[in-house]
């Protein structure tokens, strides 16, 4: 996980720097707000945050923060479309992850917070008889929890309760309640497997801690039904996901989105629902050698299991990154953002449907001509 990370980072800051138009500034003065895909399922959207403090572990990055805070966004299926659009981030946090990258000096800092979202901001909720299933997202090292919108925007309307996490001081940009907005501090030790397995550690407590305090929740109890929830997470959340599923008992399924394995074997074997589905770097001895991939995949034991890759993707196919860039006209991966998106949005979506509403899904048998750049392994 620790190349991944690096990867992660590097490639997050590229992926900026397209979506935002790197030395171009007169362009992206003018360019119009980005738009995310929208959601295809039956339900309207809303999405609420939730400020959480664990005071029962001290921050783990931070010394002197006694106390582990962590702000959540959760979508769900709403009773209608009511309420302002929901903020992508917010605008000093749109501004530090334009202000990191020193050629971006000349795009308006506000322009991530300008992104068009399809949930509305506190919608009523639609209630549904035993509640919903839950999906927990868990975004890459220095992303923010926004990162994975489409997903769950597109969960949500298809019925699911969705809750993405942001590990605190692991994103670039972090804003409370309160108006503080907290920095990206996870890497700055240097980049070692000590901080890998570290990160995996605090990401695992991190979701177990927001599982807790959503079943206890009045008002979001009600809406869960607690025996069908998943994970999915995109680079170091996906890598996160897989080590945490053969230790909750609470996580049913889980889906790796192009997460590298660090360490590269789970403590336990991998027994329930679990798919991976990365880009071509992640096939079956790519490059010659044996990847974390290729280590990892002796160790799911489980009767149903999928390893898929994904022709012409690359790392942020699997985020939102991918259709913003290309909205755009900027430079992406060979297979354009709207493909990576759908491709995403499909096969997820129907590894949710199958795993936690017990709804058959030939698409996960095998390939598919309607998906010809998805490979079975």
Known sequence: MVGDMRKTA??????????????????AASAPAPVLPAPTGDHAVGRSVMHLIDSSRPDPWVADRKVRELMVSVWYPARKTVGRPAQYVTPRESELIIKSVPQLKDVPPDTLARTRTYARV??????????????????????????????????????????GIEHTYESVATTFPDGRTVTFEAGKGG????????????????????????????????????????MVGHSVGGQSAAHLLPASQRVKAAVNLDGSYNPPTPAKPVEKPFMMIGNPRQEPNSGGKKGSWDLFWPHVTGDWKRWLTVTGADHMS?????????????????IGGERSVRITRAYVTAFLDLHLKGRSQPLLDGPSTGYPEVRFW
């Open 10 to 27: 590097i490639a997050s800051v590229l992926a900026f720097s397209a979506l935002t138009g790197i030395g171009t500034a007169d362009a």
């Open 122 to 163: 506190d919608a009523p909720p639609l209630s549904r008889k035993g509640g919903w299933p839950l999906v927990v997202l868990s975004p890459g090292m220095t992303l923010p929890r926004a990162t994975m919108t489409s997903l769950a925007e597109e969960f949500a309307s298809r019925g699911y309760l969705v809750a």
């Open 191 to 230: 980049q070692t497997p000590e901080l890998g397995e570290k990160v995996a550690r605090v990401r695992a407590a991190d979701t177990t801690f927001v599982l807790g305090r959503l079943e206890r929740s009045k008002h979001w109890n009600r809406l869960i039904d607690e025996t069908r929830i998943a």
């Open 318 to 334: 699997f985020v939102d990154y991918a259709v913003l860039q290309a909205q755009l006209g900027l430079p992406g991966s060979p």
